[in-house]
């Protein structure tokens, strides 16, 4: 396990090689699988600050352990990664300051490194540390006289300065990502004082700011709500992906009407043609696939999963239209990824990279 100065793309679950082996495994076609796992470790694995569960170390664990092949090694240096980002994030908020979302979110942060020890074989006691942390940021901090919630960022969604910070609400890069986990978890009876609040707390601002990609210092400050976006409803950032956190947070809180409310978000918003014509490629992270996957979960754990055989239909006729013409091999913006979904098997829980099973 080395810690390299210039990583590859081939260790990238987004882009690289290592995504490619996702499908390969899910097919069962362990030959090709072990070729493009090879691909992917041939420069060295990252194991320092920037692996996360879509890069280096962590992405590893993930894709070996859909085939059962994590071994103690890959998940030593897994729970090295997570205890130093513990570490750096217990300082940062020591000091007060505000999180960056690469602190926390799911593509870069603790939340993806929450969903691998969340779905690791045995329980890792780092996991509730994890979840401890989530809790931690649901609880408002004070700035400059100004109450924000607890993962406001000070840097904006592409790392520029953004005067006041922002708030993001996605799945990939914001506070809908730690709802999916917190509520993922507490499903499967892995629960930490104060998670339930947090869930709550959570699933009620995404009530209000859920119809924006991130929310800023104005925003904040209007005391009406803002108005919804006409905007794409991708898994990473849009309502599809947030509705799907929003459901799983219902179920376990016990709350029908908010789960009501998030499965019909779905049937809304796949009905509106000019939210769907800003969807432009196949792709799982923002495209046909990604809203493929979501909305077959979400029919899965609705109580009336027929409403959604329809727009699932129609969901995999514009995803098969398109694949083609996707022009990169990987899992998150690449034919791998929208194969998965158009496949529509999960067998070995490749969707938990996505938050969404």
């Known amino acids: 396990m080395t810690a390299t100065a210039a990583l590859p793309r ?78 750096a994030a217990r300082r940062r908020q020591v000091s007060a300051a505000l999180p960056h979302a690469a602190e926390f979110d799911l593509i870069r942060g603790l939340t993806g490194l929450g969903a691998l020890l969340l779905n690791r074989d045995s329980a890792s006691p780092l996991l ?26 000070d840097a904006g969604p592409a790392d520029e300065q953004m005067p006041g910070g922002h708030g993001n609400n996605g799945v990939a890069h914001g506070i809908a990502g ?38 800023t210092r104005d925003q904040l400050s209007n005391p009406e709500p803002p108005k919804r976006q006409v905007a794409r409803p991708s898994w990473c950032y849009g309502e599809l992906g947030i509705a799907r956190s929003q459901q799983v947070a219902a179920i376990v809180l016990g709350d029908p009407v908010r789960r009501l409310a998030a499965e019909d978000t779905v049937v809304r918003v796949l009905a509106d043609r000019a939210r769907l014509d800003r969807v432009t490629d196949a792709s799982l992270c923002h495209g046909w696939a990604g809203l493929l996957t979501v909305v077959r979960a979400v029919a899965d754990d609705s109580p009336d999963p027929d409403r959604y055989a329809p727009l699932i239909e129609d969901l995999a006729k514009r995803l098969a239209a398109d694949l083609g013409r996707l022009s990169k091999p990987g899992f998150m913006e690449g034919r791998a990824g929208a194969q998965l979904a158009l496949d529509g098997t999960n067998t070995t829980g490749w969707a938990r990279a996505l938050l969404i099973t």
């Open 128 to 153: 509730e540390e994890v979840l401890d942390y989530l809790v931690s940021l649901c609880r408002p901090v004070r700035l400059d006289g100004r109450e924000l919630p607890g993962w406001w960022s």
């Open 10 to 87: 081939t260790q990238d679950l987004s882009e690289g090689a290592l995504g490619v082996t996702l499908l390969h495994i899910e097919r069962g076609d362990l030959a090709s699988a072990r070729k493009t796992l090879a691909q992917a470790v041939a420069g060295g694995v990252s194991a320092g600050g920037n692996a996360s569960l879509f890069h280096g170390a962590p992405a590893l664990e993930f894709v070996l352990s859909r085939a059962r092949r994590a071994d103690r090694d890959i998940r030593d240096a897994v729970d090295r990664v997570v205890t130093a980002r513990l570490a």
């Open 178 to 215: 730690p709802l999916a986990l917190l509520s993922l978890a507490a499903r499967r009876g892995v629960q930490v004082p104060g998670q339930h609040d947090a869930v709550e707390v959570v699933a009620r601002w995404l009530d209000r700011y859920g119809c924006c990609y991130w929310v």
